[in-house]
């Protein structure tokens, strides 16, 4: 525009006709070049007068529609809704007033310009809409809102220059010219600004809202506009946690919309959608191939791949034909639909601020130019450093607004697959678990569930990140002009090379991945098993398989982390190199180009933008590639066959309560059928046993009549409710009571009758809390009977139609076993006249059934009555007649007298049971304590029942009740602490020490390095841009771009080094680290895992050791980086304008208190979300392993809500700690943000002494500082954060060991012991410290080669005795000699090796058979084969075709419990040692496999001295000796007749087993 305003422009020629000819509406000399600037009227009228209101029209017809569909109730008129809505009318009457003076200027014959008609007229309707929309917001419950802020504060902005002017109008001239309008104007700016000032003040919440409800609502959604733009309503949380660490209790409740409830059903409507979609088109490609084919019925419903239609010929027809191949339902367009437009908001968000990011470089531009001229108004630099301010701080704004969203975003996509895949896992086939062990879905859940919650953050960079590249691009060109070629030159080159690394990195950690999943898998067996692995001294073996798997982890990080420092060099060096080339290029090809400052710190500041979408774009690549593998394992699972709900009929109105007809079963379609050829009819009430061999298929047929099997043909009905009894009971970690209601309503009366059936009242006494005693992780404080009858309880209080009993009896003494069978089972039960199913190895109880099904081999061989069976003298007679002699109980006897006198519940607390079922470690010592402390308490030292229990028990019954008064609930399983507080500094000199303290020095010195070699390489081109100035450009160009290129280069080299160095030194850390962890893990006594549950212990391994390995290494990385960055960034600006200095105190003191607050507070909500996360996953297996538990008693919803609120209890903590960063982004950018402001008002200020290269430098330097100054906060955090693995694995590998594996000076003779002579001598135990003895005074000789039995009741101290021989319980007085070896001497190994165990539940690992019986490889293949023959696996074994390579599934799950116990005996067949200890190894096998582990006993271990903890009293009546125990002291100890003659404890017990007369 002309600045002598002679010829008008088209815009000014319009404004004129607007205007009038009186009115120019742009006057550069009364705008720009004066020191009063201005600006004209008519411009102030019409442009200014018009932009909010445009705004406001433009903005309001999207703004109503969404705020009638968010309608949230209406709000009660208030106070201040009054006045917004009468300032609003009077705004109005104010305009039109204007508009009316108007025409009456009109009727007196003035001519005013129609300006004066269009604005008032604008303004007024305006006003009306504004006004209009406050009640309409009041209406629809909006409490703040942030359209009618924006058109307020853009009107009083806008009103702010003829503010200024009309008063500086006034006092220049002479008077006011236009009283009216001059008062109006000012009565108009007093309302706006009223307007402003109460829109930022909230409304009460509407009425009927959660928000009154919710007893601590999160204040987001009451937040005002300003506030949450701000974040400003996080600072209460802040607060708080800065005073004091926060708790659960203190955080907010999760928002209804991000809420389970709301997510997982949005995502799973949208995934059905798309599966139906896909079986619809299946159905027409199968249907076109085969129009006749007829389906068949297999017992699932296809959840993708193969549609219900289609056979399984077809599909491979289909596969095989390419273009009818089945595509699988697209799991990524239903998330997209779900959570697309929410996330798209946020997209739109960034979209705005990439446009604002290219304003900053455009005002330096001009920033620079302005310290160039001379003679120039200073308000110029002035206003160019506010713009830059502005700028900046609306660019944060609106950054965080968009993250905030994608945040959201990924949280609701964490709750909505979370959701998916524990609502999927209920009703995956049997098949379907085989292919995904727990720990793989658990991993589905956590780690892949993660990295699409990781991805949604940076997904918009997709786009984002081409658009800012061709933008800094165009401004490049501007300014260099063609060279810029040569750098984008240099970029492209740089992408491949990151490429070629990302897609490395990716494959490695694929690879890293395997091998975690296997280390988690292998410790958590090992961690399943470790009472075995201690009994047997396999730790070492185990331990060099997880050392060799950790290993090949290690090699793969290590090759990473050589990628990643190639990486780092090209991310730092990619803008210099690039900048390098431009400029040499730039310089070089024209003799004319002359590098000044504009031209370089501009361009700096364009390639600094640039370095962010250079860099994050291969980010998002990769993250997308690993997204999109997890996105496929999640869709593969949920793309899993269910289970057919309608497999099993139920709605059946046939006269049988069950009946299969012709089943064939099988546990996978592609498998054997298990079951063949089964028909089975029961009638309404009758009692059916089912009864056969080991592996004979008992259990399969349970199975099959819950629908938990693949029903290949038949049909297979149920009448009524089903209670399911499993072979290995499933508890819950809840209370005693939860356990036993399972959901069912509470009535006291029919529960004491259930306890009393059960035989769980005396339990109940010695339990510290009595019912509502915590039960541990798969019920560890209960013995394996405990549990049984607890899981029998629960089946009897469900009141089902129709029970079926899996083996309950197997775990329980004989005498209990008759109780129950008496009082709940039998026909006499509590459960007369229902119908129940039982599968038992008790012959006893067979003659009191009403039918016998006898299995073979998977198929029913007879069926019929007891009697019948006996008379048709087939297979089962046969069986009988073997056993009944031993077996039958007198029946004569009175049971009424037996229960009175005898009722010793087989482990009230048992301390036999040395428990190894389904791998758990007991909590012996645990319930041990509960029983002390209730007798210190109630000053019963009695408090193991004593034997007359008709005297004692009317006074034991109000016992009971005192004692349970006093007695709190005591917690076996102590929660796990979350740390509070700052991290100590410890724990960061433990790390380093970890990494090497020299090497810590090192690194940090080439950081140092690096930063002085980059600040060199800065003040270097400022140097030579200001030889533009004296015109020695053409002399020095060799030597300038020559220096220029060695100092970056150096840099790149530095860079590369210090990252090496660093990741060497994590490597190393984290290596010595997991071995500490490992080794100490291997070495804590039993009573710690007893007491710890394992899900922690693994979470050590997993999460911990993974953040020790990945995520801190990136964080100390990022840490040293961004430090040093903000470091050089005040070093060069206090150096160019010392004045920064001053500023520096109080910004820093800013920084360090927000960070301070943020830090407190984020950490604890950090450890919040991790203590909220493990019970989800916990939870989780639990459910796994007992979904058939779950779906045969139909409590499927009410574990799915458990699931989800536990989610939501984790989000809880989650989402705060999300805005907690927002809230910290938006405080740090304003820091950084004055920082611009002061370097740049410093910079016009000492305008006349500074060169124009050290403004480009100081200002360049301080625009991107924001965002280190950003992550370093967020790094010093993270930091914090992650060091916290480092505590909890150092925790861990601190606790207390046991003794030495093996002491060198005395070690035994390597054929020892020979004889095989125990003694105990005065020998003391107590499970833990500060508890009762278990045993006390102990002395006993057993000679070599003598069989002994023990026995006793519950609570006398069977187990200890053995444990104390292996020692997993150490002396606390006395001592065991063997041989006169005293065994406390000598290494833990060098004792446990030589002395033989079959536990009492048998453990396997997964691995091969092989490798179960000899983890040392010890042993030949003969003869392994030969201890085979003698546990008579032989014929099972040879018969597999990977013969002893046969692969054991986890626990051994895909052999029976029967063939488990074989195999355990074929260990020690192998091992063969002088001593063998057997406890209750009898319980879960039939009488034949109990008679044939008797007589390999009697045969193989003749010369061996043998202690048997007895079950049933039979197998010992022909040993040695027995010993009797009674409340840890020896009650008697001699020949089993002599023990009967004698008629002492002994004879009682030999007199219940029917064994004596």
């Given at each position: 525009m002309n600045s002598s305003g002679g010829a008008r422009s088209p815009a000014t020629e319009e404004a004129g006709w607007l205007c009038g000819e009186r009115l120019h509406f742009w006057e550069p000399n009364q705008t720009f070049h004066t020191d009063r600037p201005d600006l004209s009227e008519c411009f102030q009228l019409s442009v200014l007068a018009w932009l909010p209101c445009v705004f406001l029209w433009v903005a309001s017809p999207a703004y109503i529609c969404y705020v009638k569909k968010c309608s949230r109730g209406y709000i009660m008129m208030s106070l201040l809704n009054r006045f917004k809505t009468a300032f609003g009318l009077l705004l109005w009457i104010v305009c039109w007033a204007d508009l009316f003076h108007t025409f009456y200027e009109l009727q007196q014959g003035q001519s005013p310009p129609p300006i004066y008609f269009i604005t008032p007229l604008v303004l007024g309707i305006t006003m009306l809409l504004a006004t209009f929309l406050i009640q309409y917001e009041r209406l629809h419950g909006v409490q703040s809102s942030g359209v009618l802020f924006i058109f307020w504060f853009l009107s009083v902005l806008c009103a702010i220059v003829p503010f200024r002017s009309k008063i500086l109008k006034a006092s220049s001239s002479d008077g006011i010219p236009d009283k009216l309008r001059f008062t109006s104007f000012y009565i108009y700016f007093g309302l706006i600004l009223l307007e402003l000032i109460l829109c930022c003040l909230n409304e009460k919440p509407p009425l009927f809202s959660n928000v009154v409800t919710d007893p601590n609502p999160c204040p987001e959604t009451t937040a005002g506009f300003l506030s949450t733009v701000t974040f400003w309503w996080f600072t209460s949380l802040a607060i708080k946690g800065y005073k004091m660490p926060l708790e659960a209790k203190d955080l907010w409740s999760l928002n209804q919309r991000d809420s389970s409830e709301k997510m997982v059903p949005k995502l799973l409507k949208e995934w059905e959608k798309e599966q139906i979609k896909v079986k619809r088109g299946q159905n027409l490609t199968t249907k076109a191939a085969y129009a006749k084919q007829q389906p068949l019925a297999t017992n699932h419903v296809s959840g993708g791949a193969a549609g219900g239609e289609t056979s399984p010929e077809e599909v491979e027809v289909l596969l095989s034909n390419p273009k009818a191949a089945p595509h699988q339902p697209s799991f990524l367009r239903a998330l997209i639909k779900a959570f697309g437009p929410y996330f798209l908001i946020g997209s739109g968000f960034k979209l705005l601020q990439d446009s604002i990011t290219f304003v900053n470089p455009q005002l330096l531009r001009m920033l620079i130019s302005f310290t160039k001229e001379k003679d120039v108004p200073v308000w110029w630099g002035y206003t160019l450093a506010f713009l830059m301010f502005f700028t900046a701080i609306l660019q944060t704004l609106i950054l965080h607004r968009h993250?905030?969203?994608?945040?959201?975003?990924?949280?609701?996509?964490?709750?909505?697959?979370?959701?998916?895949?524990?609502?999927?896992?209920?009703?995956?086939?049997?098949?379907?678990?085989?292919?995904?062990?727990?720990?793989?879905?658990?991993?589905?859940?956590?780690?892949?569930?993660?990295?699409?919650?990781?991805?949604?953050?940076?997904?918009?960079?997709?786009?984002?990140?081409?658009?800012?590249?061709?933008?800094?691009?165009?401004?490049?060109?501007?300014?260099?002009?063609?060279?810029?070629?040569?750098?984008?030159?240099?970029?492209?080159?740089?992408?491949?090379?990151?490429?070629?690394?990302?897609?490395?990195?990716?494959?490695?950690?694929?690879?890293?991945?395997?091998?975690?999943?296997?280390?988690?898998?292998?410790?958590?067996?090992?961690?399943?098993?470790?009472?075995?692995?201690?009994?047997?001294?396999?730790?070492?073996?185990?331990?060099?398989?997880?050392?060799?798997?950790?290993?090949?982890?290690?090699?793969?990080?290590?090759?990473?982390?050589?990628?990643?420092?190639?990486?780092?060099?090209?991310?730092?060096?990619?803008?210099?190199l690039v900048a390098l080339t431009t400029f040499a290029v730039f310089v070089t090809v024209d003799e004319k180009n002359v590098l000044d400052a504009e031209k370089a710190f501009v361009s700096l500041s364009l390639f600094n933008i640039l370095r962010f979408p250079l860099n994050m774009l291969p980010q998002v690549i990769s993250g997308l590639v690993q997204a999109s593998v997890s996105l496929k394992r999640i869709q593969n699972f949920l793309s899993h066959d269910e289970l057919d709900p309608n497999s099993v009929d139920r709605k059946t109105s046939s006269e049988f309560a069950v009946s299969v007809v012709n089943g064939k079963f099988t546990w996978a379609k592609e498998d054997e059928p298990v079951l063949d050829n089964i028909n089975v009819m029961v009638p309404q009430g009758s009692l059916v046993a089912v009864v056969g061999h080991v592996g004979c298929g008992k259990s399969s047929l349970i199975s099959a009549l819950l629908g938990d099997m693949e029903k290949v043909e038949g049909e297979v009905s149920v009448r009524g409710s089903v209670a399911y009894v499993p072979q290995q009971a499933w508890i819950q970690n809840a209370t005693l009571r939860d356990n036993i209601l399972f959901g069912k309503s509470f009535n006291e009366c029919k529960y004491r009758r259930v306890l009393d059936a059960c035989a769980l009242t005396?339990?109940?006494?010695?339990?510290?809390?009595?019912?509502?005693?915590?039960?541990?992780?798969?019920?560890?404080?209960?013995?394996?009977?405990?549990?049984?009858?607890?899981?029998?309880?629960?089946?009897?209080?469900?009141?089902?139609?129709?029970?079926?009993?899996?083996?309950?009896?197997?775990?329980?003494?004989?005498?209990?076993s008759k109780h129950i069978f008496d009082n709940l089972i039998g026909p006499e039960g509590v459960l007369k006249g229902k119908t129940r199913i039982l599968v038992t190895h008790g012959i006893s109880f067979l003659p009191q059934v009403d039918n016998i099904v006898v299995m073979v081999e998977g198929r029913v061989s007879e069926m019929g009555s007891y009697q019948e069976l006996l008379n048709q003298n087939g297979a089962f007679a046969e069986f009988l007649r073997n056993y009944a002699l031993e077996d039958v109980v007198e029946e004569d006897q009175a049971t009424e007298e037996l229960i009175e006198d005898e009722l010793f519940p087989d482990d009230v607390l048992s301390n036999h049971h040395t428990d190894m079922v389904d791998n758990e470690p007991t909590v012996n010592e645990a319930k041990k304590s509960f029983m002390r402390q209730i007798s210190i308490l109630s000053g019963d030292s009695e408090n193991f029942r004593c034997r007359s229990v008709r005297r004692q028990s009317q006074k034991k019954h109000q016992e009971a009740q005192e004692k349970k008064k006093p007695q709190e609930v005591q917690k076996l399983i102590q929660a796990e602490t979350a740390e509070t507080g700052r991290v100590k500094t410890k724990v960061f000199l433990e790390y380093a020490k970890a990494v090497g303290l020299v090497l810590s020095v090192i690194i940090c010195l080439l950081y140092g390095c690096q930063s002085a070699a980059a600040i060199g390489a800065n003040i270097w081109l400022s140097h030579w841009t200001s030889d533009s100035l004296t015109n020695q450009t053409k002399e020095n160009v060799n030597m300038r771009v020559g220096v220029y290129a060695a100092l970056g280069i150096a840099q790149g080299i530095l860079v590369m080094i210090s990252s090496f160095t660093l990741a060497m030194g994590n490597i190393g850390a984290a290596k010595k680290l997991h071995a500490n962890l490992l080794n100490n893990k291997l070495h804590t006594p039993q009573s710690f895992f007893d007491t710890t549950p394992i899900g922690r212990i693994i979470n050590r391994f997993s999460k911990?050791?993974?953040?020790?390995?990945?995520?801190?290494?990136?964080?100390?990385?990022?840490?040293?980086?961004?430090?040093?960055?903000?470091?050089?960034?005040?070093?060069?600006?206090?150096?160019?304008?010392?004045?920064?200095?001053?500023?520096?105190?109080?910004?820093?003191?800013?920084?360090?208190?927000?960070?301070?607050?943020?830090?407190?507070?984020?950490?604890?909500?950090?450890r919040l979300e991790s203590v909220s996360r493990s019970p989800i996953y916990s939870h989780f297996s639990e459910t796994v392993t007992g979904s058939s538990v779950i779906r045969a008693y139909d409590r499927h919803a009410a574990f799915v809500l458990m699931s989800d609120t536990k989610v939501d209890e984790n989000q809880k903590s989650y989402y705060p700690g999300i805005v907690s960063n927002r809230w910290l982004g938006v405080r740090i950018e304003f820091i950084g943000n004055c920082i611009v402001l002061f370097a740049a008002l410093f910079a016009v200020m000492g305008k006349e002494t500074l060169s124009p290269g050290l403004v480009g430098l100081s200002v360049s330097y301080a625009l991107q500082v924001t965002m280190s100054l950003n992550w370093m906060v967020r790094m010093t955090s993270d930091l914090e954060n992650n060091i916290v693995a480092v505590e909890r694995v150092k925790e861990y590998s601190e606790t207390k060991t046991e003794a030495p594996w093996e002491v060198e000076d005395k070690k035994p003779p390597t054929e020892w012991p020979t004889e095989g002579n125990v003694e105990f001598n005065e020998y003391s135990v107590r499970y833990r410290e500060g508890l009762d003895l278990v045993l006390r005074n102990i002395t006993l000789r057993v000679k070599g080669g003598e069989k002994i039995g023990i026995v006793g009741r519950t609570g006398a101290g069977k187990s200890s005795m053995t444990l104390c021989l292996f020692r997993l319980l150490e002396a606390a007085g006395g001592e065991i000699t063997i041989d006169g070896v005293r065994i406390s001497e000598i290494g833990l190994h060098d004792l446990r090796s030589k002395l033989t165990i079959i536990p009492q539940e048998p453990v396997l690992f997964s691995g091969t058979l092989r490798m179960n019986l000899d983890p040392f490889e010890k042993y030949s293949d003969e003869d392994v084969w030969k201890s085979l023959e003698h546990s008579h696996l032989h014929k099972f074994v040879s018969n597999q075709p990977a013969k002893l390579e046969l692969e054991c599934s986890e626990g051994g799950e895909n052999l029976s419990v029967g063939q488990r116990q074989l195999v355990c005996l074929a260990r020690a067949l192998l091992r063969k040692t002088r001593i063998l200890v057997l406890d209750e190894a009898t319980a879960a096998i039939d009488l034949e496999t109990d008679d044939l582990i008797q007589s390999t006993i009697r045969t193989q271990f003749e010369d061996c001295t043998v202690f048997t903890i007895a079950h049933r009293l039979n197998t010992i009546m022909d040993y040695t000796r027995v010993l009797v125990l009674d409340k840890g002291q020896i009650a008697e100890f001699d020949t089993p007749a002599n023990l009967i003659s004698k008629r002492g404890i002994f004879y009682g017990m030999a007199k219940d087993a029917g064994l004596a007369q």
């Open positions: 993250f905030q969203y994608c945040f959201v975003t990924g949280m609701n996509v964490r709750t909505a697959l979370i959701g998916a895949i524990y609502r999927k896992s209920l009703v995956i086939t049997n098949a379907a678990k085989r292919s995904s062990t727990v720990g793989e879905i658990v991993n589905l859940m956590s780690v892949d569930a993660q990295r699409f919650m990781d991805l949604t953050t940076f997904l918009n960079m997709l786009w984002s990140a081409p658009l800012q590249i061709m933008l800094a691009l165009y401004f490049l060109w501007q300014n260099l002009g063609p060279s810029v070629l040569a750098g984008v030159a240099v970029m492209v080159m740089l992408i491949p090379f990151n490429a070629v690394i990302a897609m490395k990195t990716r494959a490695y950690q694929v690879e890293q991945m395997q091998h975690k999943d296997a280390r988690i898998k292998l410790m958590n067996e090992i961690l399943n098993g470790i009472k075995v692995l201690k009994l047997y001294a396999w730790e070492n073996s185990f331990k060099e398989k997880v050392l060799a798997i950790r290993q090949k982890e290690l090699t793969v990080l290590r090759k990473t982390a050589y990628l990643g420092a190639l990486s780092t060099m090209a991310w730092t060096s990619a803008p210099f005396p339990d109940l006494e010695v339990l510290p809390g009595g019912d509502m005693t915590e039960i541990g992780e798969k019920g560890i404080n209960l013995s394996g009977g405990q549990r049984q009858r607890v899981s029998l309880a629960r089946a009897l209080y469900s009141d089902a139609e129709v029970y079926l009993l899996d083996d309950p009896l197997s775990a329980v003494d004989a005498h209990v911990d050791i993974y953040v020790i390995d990945e995520a801190l290494p990136s964080t100390v990385l990022m840490f040293l980086g961004t430090f040093f960055v903000s470091l050089s960034t005040m070093i060069v600006i206090i150096s160019s304008t010392p004045i920064f200095a001053v500023v520096i105190a109080p910004l820093a003191f800013i920084y360090v208190f927000v960070q301070r607050f943020y830090v407190a507070t984020s950490r604890q909500l950090k």
